[in-house]
């Protein structure tokens, strides 16, 4: 008898025509292949945006995902579990839970460390408390994105041994395969992509100071400096306006491969693992990485031999970083062949959505 499983996500569905996980750019935290497990079956769930209750408070902040966990009150009834994979604030559902208005169990993969140092705020310390008090004595299960945030976690509160899970959250390897491509890289760019809590300042000046490198920043996002004079070297290729995301990414992909590096400048420290998604798509594309230094890193990678670091706000050291890479090809395909050998056997979706299918299981016997 197959598991009914409620999959919780704050946006449409875009898997309507089926899935092909070679077209998949999303992941979805497991559902595309969670639907092809035996044993279980999954049905996507989000508030109807249509609605008219929906377009009224459309505006408010968070508003899709409080009406989307709100809505699995009335859900649940045709499920056995109920499962949240992406990374969102979860205190309604929480809240539901210890209530006992959702009486289904519910299993979570935690983005959050819920550490409250790095907090300069003392209402969103006790935001963050209150969020983490019920988080972690109303839902069912939870494991946590990678092991830094476990440990990121523990520096701050006593943890149940129930929730000290990790499911090493990884990129969908079936479309990032840098396999596809029939010619070697052209090694002629480092590459910075993505936009929350990114130094682009810094960078952008270090590559000002190195004009024999070339920078291409990929992305969409406003933290991109708009009013900055950009060096001759540093190009930004913003996802274009009204071209469907396959397209999008699939330049994205490209653009990976032909890189010499990735480079991930965080702007400011905190209690989650900026830039995780750069980086396992940059683990999947076999590509070394350069990060700011930080403790809550998805990785340590240094310690994986697939990287380096350079210190918060740092222009010399990245300019120490970009030119390492310059003048040490071997290196840095010695680095990027050991981030292809962590994506394949521990940081990708195949292996994520194996672990959650098992706790899924354990969760109804």
């Known amino acids: 008898m197959s598991i009914r499983v409620l999959f919780v996500y704050p946006s449409p569905c875009p898997y309507m025509g089926g899935v092909n996980l070679k077209d998949d750019i999303y992941g979805a935290f497991g559902y595309c292949n969670l639907q092809k497990t035996d044993g279980i079956e999954i049905d996507w ?10 377009k009224m408070f459309k505006k408010i902040p968070f508003i899709k995902e409080i009406m989307t966990q709100t809505g699995c009150i009335t859900k649940q009834k045709n499920y056995d579990v109920i499962y949240c994979g992406r990374d969102m604030h979860l205190l309604p559902l929480a809240i539901y839970r210890k209530l006992g208005l959702i009486y289904r169990p519910i299993l979570i993969v935690s983005h959050f460390s819920y550490n409250t140092q790095y907090k300069t705020s003392l209402f969103l310390r ?10 972690f004595t109303s839902i069912d299960r939870i494991t946590f994105a990678c092991q830094a945030l476990l440990d990121t976690a523990k520096r701050d509160f006593t943890i149940p041994e ?24 052209s090694y002629k760019y480092f590459l910075a992509a993505g936009g929350n809590n990114r130094d682009y300042t810094s960078l952008i000046e270090a590559f000002r100071k190195v004009p024999s490198a070339n920078l291409l920043i990929f992305g969409k996002y406003k933290s991109i400096p708009q009013n900055i004079h950009l060096p001759h070297n540093v190009t930004i290729n913003k996802f274009e306006e009204g071209t469907d995301a396959i397209t999008q990414y699939k330049k994205l992909r490209e ?35 350069i990060i700011t230094e930080a403790d809550t890193n998805f990785i340590d990678v240094n310690k994986e031999g697939c990287g380096i670091t350079v210190q918060r706000s740092s222009i010399d050291g990245w300019i120490n970083a970009v030119r390492f890479f310059m003048e040490n090809q071997k290196e840095a395909i010695k680095m990027g062949d050991a981030a292809y050998k962590l994506a394949q056997e521990v940081y990708n979706m195949e292996n994520f959505s194996q672990h959650i299918a098992k706790l899924l299981k354990e969760m109804t016997q």
């Open 255 to 289: 653009a990976y491969y032909n890189c010499i590096a990735v480079c991930l400048p965080i702007k400011e420290l905190n209690d989650v693992p900026n830039g995780a998604t750069v980086l396992v798509e940059a683990l999947a594309m076999g590509k070394p990485i």
């Open 162 to 185: 129930k929730y000290q899970l990790v499911s090493s959250w990884g990129a969908n390897m079936s479309f990032y395969d840098r396999r596809i491509f029939n010619k070697l890289p």
């Open 45 to 54: 769930y989000c508030v109807n945006q249509q609605s008219l209750l929906f």
């Open 126 to 135: 006790f935001f963050k408390k209150i969020e983490r008090h019920f988080v």
